[in-house]
């Protein structure tokens, strides 16, 4: 139990276009959902908070504009990188949890190139 | 503020090898505490968890953490160590003080394993 995917693993794009990364709980719903970024050799740094059918909460730092997430339903939420650059290039994973329960559950990782 | 710190960057252990992992946290209450393990390329797995009762927690793979309130630390161990144990591993802490649902990352530490 407690499975989360992530789609796609892999994905290159060219600077200046956009990118979706979806991440699904496959068998609870998810009330709360969370997503990171991970730099190479580094620890997890939290994006943004969702919770279903509510805005995001964004970390300080994090441009909302720029990283857009959508938590429209309990076994779904998506982030979408707007007008990607090289610098947002990165491994992001996302997290889910349970209501009731405390601890997240990640998925496997999405790794952005943006060329 | 809650915060977590793993003291060692890197271990090297031989296989057969007993392995400990140690974490200090900050947190103004009773925490929630976990240890998650990251695979190269993938998302983390949780190990283990504590959120209050027998301070000695046993988790998946072998592997078991303390709870110390009086040094403020929840160290992992496991007796005989795998080549397959080799990763990332990250402590974490949460806790009931937050309604968040946020958890706050070591910095992580890799455990090499050694023929």
């Known amino acids: ?115 | 503020a809650q915060s977590v710190t793993q003291p060692d960057i890197h271990i090297t252990v031989s296989e057969g090898a007993s392995l400990e992992l140690r974490c200090n946290y900050s947190y103004g209450a009773t925490p929630y505490l976990f240890w998650y393990v990251q695979s190269p390329g993938q998302g983390l797995q949780l190990l283990l968890k504590y959120f209050s009762g027998d301070t000695l927690v046993q988790g998946i793979k072998g592997f078991e953490a303390e709870f110390k309130r009086s040094q403020s630390s929840f160290n992992l161990r496991k007796p005989s160590v795998h080549w397959s144990d080799a990763a990332e591993y990250f402590c974490a802490v949460g806790g009931p003080n937050s309604n968040d649902y946020k958890l706050s990352f070591g910095a992580g530490t890799t455990v090499t394993v050694r023929a």
């Open chain 1, 1 to 115: 139990g407690a499975v989360v995917s992530q789609h796609p693993s892999r994905v290159i794009c060219k600077s200046g276009t956009s990118v979706k990364i979806e991440c699904r709980s496959l068998d609870f719903q998810a009330t709360t959902m969370f997503w990171y970024r991970q730099f190479p050799k580094q620890s997890l740094m939290l994006m943004a908070t969702s919770n279903e059918g509510s805005k995001a909460t964004y970390e300080q730092g994090v441009e909302k504009d720029k990283f857009l997430i959508n938590h429209a339903s309990l076994t779904l939420s998506t982030l979408t990188v707007t007008s990607a650059h090289p610098e947002d290039s990165s491994f992001y994973i996302c997290s889910a949890r349970n209501r009731g329960l405390y601890e997240q559950y990640f998925g496997p990782g999405t790794r952005l190139t943006v060329t």
